[in-house]
T-cell receptor, first 113, second 115 residues
Framework: GESVGLHLPTLSVQEGDNSIINCAYSNSASDYFIWYKQESGKGPQFIID?????DKRQGQRVTVLLNKTVKHLSLQIAATQPGDSAVYFCAENHFNQGGKLIFGQGTELSVKP | KAGVTQTPRYLIKTRGQQVTLSCSPI?????VSWYQQTPGQGLQFLFEYFSETQRNKGNFPGRFSGRQFSNSRSEMNVSTLELGDSALYLC??????????????FGEGSRLTVL
C-alpha cells in the first residue's frame, strides 16, 4: 500500500553543521514530493518541493534530492541554525489525488548551539 | 494576506459528544483539506473539498464528516467521540486543489482532547 517513511526519528546536529534528513516512499506512481517543517504548536510549513522528473532542487540553504530508482528522498540543510530545530516531514502526492498528501512519520531535528 | 484560520484552537470534549471545527482558507483559495495528527499515526488525510464538493476522502469512519460553503470556508464534524479521536486537526488550503500547482498552506490546528 501507499506509505512514506523516514529512516530516523531523531537527528541531533551541531550548529553550523549540515543536516541530512532521509525519507523512503513506496508508491512509484507519486509524482510530487514536498518537505514540511513543523515547529511546536504550529502547523506544517512548506520548505521545498520537487517533481518526479527532477533529481535535485535547491532553495535557500536547503536542497532536496530525489532518487526514483530506490524511492528515496532527502532534505539537506546547510549551516544548520538553532531556528531549524523542528520536526520535518516528507510528503508525497499523485497528480490525480488533488490535495491529498501522504506524510511520513517525521524526523525531529535538534540543533545544539 | 491572512493565513489559514482554524477555530477553536483548543477544546475538550467527553466521549460520546460531537464536535465541529471550522477552517477559513486563504482568500481566493478554493480547496480545503483536513488532516488528523497524532503522535502514533502522524499526519493522516481526512478529506478534501473543492468548490463545495468532497473530492477526496481518507480512510476514516463515517463519524468524520465535513462540508464546504460557497465562500470556501469549511467545517469538519466528528460525532460520537472516542478517546482515540484526541488529536491535532489541521486544515490546509490551496489555490486550485492540485498541490503541485502551488503550496499547501496549513493552519495552526485545533487541538481536541477527548476525556
Amino acid at each position: 500500500g501507499e506509505s512514506v517513511g523516514l529512516h530516523l526519528p531523531t537527528l541531533s546536529v551541531q550548529e553550523g553543521d549540515n543536516s541530512i534528513i532521509n525519507c523512503a516512499y513506496s508508491n512509484s506512481a507519486s509524482d510530487y514530493f514536498i518537505w514540511y517543517k513543523q515547529e511546536s504548536g504550529k502547523g506544517p510549513q512548506f520548505i521545498i518541493d520537487i517533481r518526479s522528473n527532477m533529481d535535485k532542487r535547491q532553495g535557500q540553504r536547503v536542497t532536496v534530492l530525489l532518487n526514483k530508482t530506490v524511492k528515496h528522498l532527502s532534505l539537506q540543510i546547510a549551516a544548520t541554525q538553532p531556528g531549524d530545530s523542528a520536526v520535518y516531514f516528507c510528503a508525497e502526492n499523485h497528480f490525480n489525488q488533488g490535495g491529498k498528501l501522504i506524510f511520513g512519520q517525521g524526523t525531529e531535528l535538534s540543533v545544539k548551539p | 494576506k491572512a493565513g489559514v484560520t482554524q477555530t477553536p484552537r483548543y477544546l475538550i470534549k467527553t466521549r460520546g459528544q460531537q464536535v465541529t471545527l471550522s477552517c477559513s482558507p486563504i482568500s481566493g483559495h478554493r480547496s480545503v483539506s483536513w488532516y488528523q495528527q497524532t503522535p502514533g499515526q502522524g499526519l493522516q488525510f481526512l478529506f478534501e473539498y473543492f468548490s463545495e464538493t468532497q473530492r477526496n476522502k481518507g480512510n476514516f469512519p463515517g463519524r468524520f464528516s465535513g462540508r464546504q460553503f460557497s465562500n470556501s470556508r469549511s467545517e469538519m464534524n466528528v460525532s460520537t467521540l472516542e478517546l482515540g479521536d484526541s488529536a491535532l486537526y489541521l486544515c490546509a488550503s490551496s489555490l486550485e486543489g492540485a498541490v503541485d500547482t502551488g503550496e499547501l498552506f496549513f493552519g495552526e490546528g485545533s487541538r481536541l482532547t477527548v476525556l
